[in-house]
Structures are given as structure tokens and as C-alpha cells.
């Protein structure tokens, strides 16, 4: 559900950039005053694992189109909403800035849909209504799989209105709408399950985790290394391997914009967009997660099958380059709020 920058008008990037930082900001601010250091480890591997888990496409039967894990609702039940939405815009950042998924323009609506949408309102009103204080694996399961499904279902509503509003493609409102929210219901169902799954693995390691997360207090000296160095493994396999066997279908935005307009890409409309565009052809050193292709094709050229599964170096040193890096990112945060403490 990346946007590109060919649906956003410069008006609406602009709003929702300054939305989205007022945002990172904030969050920043309230992770400082809880000091919980020993969280940031785990924001690391969190990071990198949902860098990889959205590198895997997994195809919709019946539809010809696919979906991918958000991961805004594992982050936020693991790490509360203000460090899981810190995380989501690291990872969004890094996926637009070096390996070109996502618009620059557009890189503040997708922190906002994906990332806010999530983290926040999904996670608030949905999740612990229904877990509440006292997580129990019931509940876990339910509020995991509703607040999944509620979140990703407000992110592609989130991605409709943000294109009508800015006016500058010719995706109508209600058709574009009416192929969006149920592409996104079968997708959400999907990361619901995903999401139970990777909660309960938490809870039966660290159930500590959750309790301190849901009472927003700090992890202070849990013992976190079971279930650090299982999310870093399932990066390194994701990322490393499992990345060959993504679906080669359109993902779901792309899919109802096809439907809608006959085109899955729509040409950039603007100077601004152009201009974004060869920033981020510079920036991203492996577009669309593979090696970069510096000859051109040739037009007499068939059109090869894609090949499945995608057996690709360029694949996996994208999944474990794009995780360190946001790892990376995490722990100079961390790094940056401990500076900040000493100082103060």
C-alpha cells in the first residue's frame, strides 16, 4: 500500500509531511520521558523483521492481485504506539529513500496510513478495548486479528481520499473506493492471523512484554534475548530467503488502480514530481529490491514470464542490507535520546 507520488498533489505531500513529522516528533518526545533504553534492541529487530515480512507479497485467490504485511499492529502491541510508530517510519523511509518503493512526495501519507492509522487509532480503539489490561491469549488473538483488519482497512481509505483530494489522477472516488476497502479486507484478514501468530510467539516467550506494554510501563531488566534473536533469525531467513518466493501479482493498491484506470503506474503529472523522481533514482542504490540496471532495454526485446520463485542475490542482500540499515537508524535514536539525557 506504498503511494506513489504520481497520485499526491504537492499540496497534500506537503500537509501530510508536516503532519507526519509534528508526529515523529511527538513520539520522539514521549520515548524520551519514559527512558526505557533496553527497548531500543528490540525496536532494531522489530524493524529489520518487518522490513523483510513486507518484501513477501502473498497472492489474493480469485483476484489476480496480492498483499503484504504492514506491521503497524505487531509494533504497536510489542512496543506501544509512540516507539512502534518511530519504527514504521524508519522502515518506510529506508524503503523509499534506497530501495524506491514509495514516493518521496508521497512518503508522508505512507507513514501516515500505514504507520499513524495503525499505531494509534487502530491500536487505541481496538485493541485494547478488547485485551485491556490483562492480556490473555484469547484476547490476543481477537484483538489482534480485529485491530489488523480495522487499521489496514482505515490505511486504504486513507490512501483514497488522499488521492481525490489531491485531484491530479482520474481515479473516480467511489469506484476507486469500492475496489480498495474489500482488496484490503482479504489482505487485512491475512496480517490479522500474521499478527496473532507473531504476538503469541512474544507471549509464551515474554509474556513480561505485553503486561509492561498494555500498563505503558517501562520493559526495565527483562531478560529480552529469546525473543530478540528470534526476530533477528526471522529477518535474516525472510529477508535472506523466503523474499524469492513473494507473489509476482500487483499488490492491492496497484490492482485497483488498474481496475479503475487500466494503468497500474500513473506518468508523473508535475515539475515537482519529475524532480522528486530523479532525487530518488539517485538515492535508491536498489530500486524495487534488486541491483540496479544501468543498460537499457532493448524494444525488440520479449516480454519474459516472471519466474517464480524469483531466485535472486539481488533480492536477499536487499532484505538484510534494508534490515541492518534500519537497525542501524534505531540504535543511533537510542543512541541520540541517551545524549540528550546526559546533557540535561
Known amino acids: 500500500m506504498h503511494m506513489a507520488d504520481a497520485l499526491i498533489s504537492p499540496a497534500v505531500g506537503a500537509t501530510m509531511w508536516t503532519a507526519t513529522a509534528g508526529l515523529i516528533a511527538y513520539s520522539s518526545k514521549k520515548i524520551k520521558q519514559a527512558a526505557d533504553d533496553r527497548k531500543i534492541p528490540l525496536m532494531g529487530v522489530l524493524g529489520a523483521f518487518i522490513f523483510a515480512a513486507q518484501m513477501i507479497n502473498f497472492s489474493i485467490p480469485g483476484t489476480g492481485s496480492s498483499g503484504h504485511l504492514g506491521g503497524g499492529m505487531i509494533l504497536a502491541i510489542l512496543l506501544g504506539p509512540y516507539a512502534a510508530f518511530l519504527v514504521m517510519a524508519s522502515v518506510l523511509i529506508v524503503q523509499a529513500l534506497f530501495f524506491g518503493d514509495g514516493g518521496l512526495l508521497a512518503l508522508g501519507c505512507n507513514i501516515f496510513n500505514m504507520g499513524f492509522l495503525s499505531c494509534f487509532i487502530a491500536y487505541s480503539l481496538v485493541y485494547r478495548k478488547i485485551v485491556g489490561d490483562k492480556p490473555t491469549q484469547g484476547k490476543i488473538v481477537a484483538g489482534s486479528l480485529a485491530a489488523a483488519i480495522i487499521g489496514l482497512q482505515l490505511g486504504a481509505l486513507g490512501v483514497v481520499l488522499e488521492t481525490v483530494f489531491s485531484g ?5 472516488f467511489r469506484t476507486f ?11 487485512g484478514i491475512v496480517e490479522g492471523m500474521v ?7 512474544v507471549y509464551q516467550a515474554r509474556p513480561e512484554i505485553l503486561n509492561a506494554v498494555s500498563s505503558f510501563k517501562p520493559i526495565g531488566r527483562l531478560d529480552l534475548k529469546k525473543v530478540i534473536v528470534g526476530f533477528l533469525l526471522a529477518a535474516i531467513f525472510i529477508g535472506g530467503g523466503l523474499s524469492w518466493f513473494a507473489s509476482s501479482h500487483p499488490d492491492g493498491l496497484e490492482w485497483a488502480m488498474f481496475k479503475t484506470s487500466g494503468k497500474a503506474e500513473l506518468d508523473s503529472p508535475g515539475q515537482l514530481h519529475t524532480a522528486l523522481a530523479a532525487v530518488q533514482d539517485k538515492t535508491a542504490f536498489m530500486p524495487d529490491y534488486g541491483f540496479k540496471n544501468t543498460e537499457a532495454a532493448s524494444i525488440s526485446e520479449p516480454e519474459v514470464k516472471p519466474v517464480w520463485p524469483a531466485i535472486d542475490l539481488g533480492t536477499s542482500l536487499s532484505g538484510l542490507i534494508g534490515g541492518g540499515l534500519i537497525f542501524l ?10 545524549r540528550r539525557e546526559v546533557t540535561t
Open 195 to 201: 499478527t496473532a501468530a507473531v504476538v503469541m510467539f
Open 168 to 172: 491530479i489522477s482520474e481515479l473516480p
Open 329 to 338: 537508524i534505531i540504535f543511533l535514536i537510542g543512541f541520540g535520546f541517551r
Open 177 to 187: 473506493l469500492l475496489l480498495m476497502q474489500p482488496i484490503h479486507l482479504a489482505i
